[in-house]
């Protein structure tokens, strides 16, 4: 159980280092350049263990489609959103912006899938605006454009829905599709997506200028956060109770937020924390109420 303690809180801790990580690329290297090495990286870790726990043909055509939304939405629209977020936000914007996710899936879950309602979700759902709003006190443009001061956050809440889409479709799908197979073979499909548009940008870049810094984020960014964490999350619930694997969901928005101070160099204050804690509250609330619903009754 240790050790299934110990995957659980990595991989949560790897998916939150994507938060800063993205910033240090996509202030590295044009958006869909950054993105589309990332998840050519991720498919070429993961499609090994996607193509040795499934066999392509024994995936149904409706699988197929499942698979092709998670791509679609999950990794291209993911990280398109996130990397053009993050160059307009600071880290920690992002990682508080970034932990809504639980509260967001809860309404998506009450609103599409007909879940019921619980006070717990709706006091979470409540606490992520306010814990947002809240960080909206402290962003301030020289030029007084509130317009530009929304535009970066509402970029990463796009990431938050296509996470979402994500985690609903990858629901349903993992019924029949191993998810170590569907993440792999989505991150596969979603390459020649960025393909097209990362020959576009590359013409304008200039490799050279990258850092040894920038390069190694990009390969976290891939291979760690997308790769590794992916492997590390779902070997551990496969051997988790569902209540504990819902205990693990705070790390994340934690490993988002500390990494943010000590990768960025970000300042600390004061409203950061309020906000952040604000929505950290929501987060616990929800991983309270998956594992009170995973219990047997």
């Not at 990258?210 to 976290?220: D, S, T």
């Not at 964490?229 to 109770?241: K, V």
């Not at 500390?258 to 990768?263: E, R, T």
Request: charged share 10%.
């Amino acid at each position: 159980m240790t050790a299934t303690r110990t995957r659980l809180a990595l991989g949560m801790a790897a998916f939150g280092s994507a938060t800063p990580i993205s910033k240090i690329v996509t202030d590295a290297m044009p958006i869909f350049v950054g993105g589309g090495l990332r998840v050519l990286l991720g498919a070429a870790v993961l499609l090994p263990f996607a193509l040795r726990s499934t066999q392509l043909k024994e995936i149904a055509w409706r699988d197929w489609l499942a698979i092709g939304a998670i791509s679609i939405f999950g990794m291209f629209g993911f990280t398109a959103f996130m990397l053009f977020g993050m160059r307009m936000v600071t880290g920690v914007v992002g990682a508080t912006v970034m932990s809504t996710t639980p509260a967001v899936t809860a309404l998506a879950s009450m609103i599409v899938l007909r879940e019921k309602p619980t006070w717990r979700k709706l006091l979470a759902i409540a606490l992520a605006v306010a814990g947002v709003l809240v960080l909206q006190i402290d962003q301030s443009d020289p030029d007084g454009d509130v317009s530009f001061n929304m535009l970066g956050p509402l970029l990463v809440f796009g990431a938050v829905c296509c996470e979402v889409v994500y985690t609903l479709v990858g629901k349903k799908v993992s019924e029949t599709v191993p998810p170590i197979a569907a993440a792999g073979l989505s991150a596969a499909l979603s390459v020649p997506l960025f393909a097209v548009l990362a020959l576009w940008q590359l013409q304008d870049f200039d490799v050279s200028a990258v850092n040894a810094r920038a390069w190694l984020a990009l390969v976290w960014y891939g291979v760690g956060t997308l790769a590794l964490g992916s492997w590390l999350w779902y070997s551990g619930i496969a051997r988790a109770q569902g209540s504990v694997a819902a205990a693990f969901m705070g790390v994340m928005p934690a490993s988002a937020l500390v990494l943010s101070y000590f990768l960025l160099d970000e300042p600390f204050r004061l409203l950061h924390l309020v906000g952040f804690a604000t929505v950290f509250i929501g987060v616990l609330l929800v991983s309270r109420e998956h594992g009170r619903l995973a219990q047997p009754s």
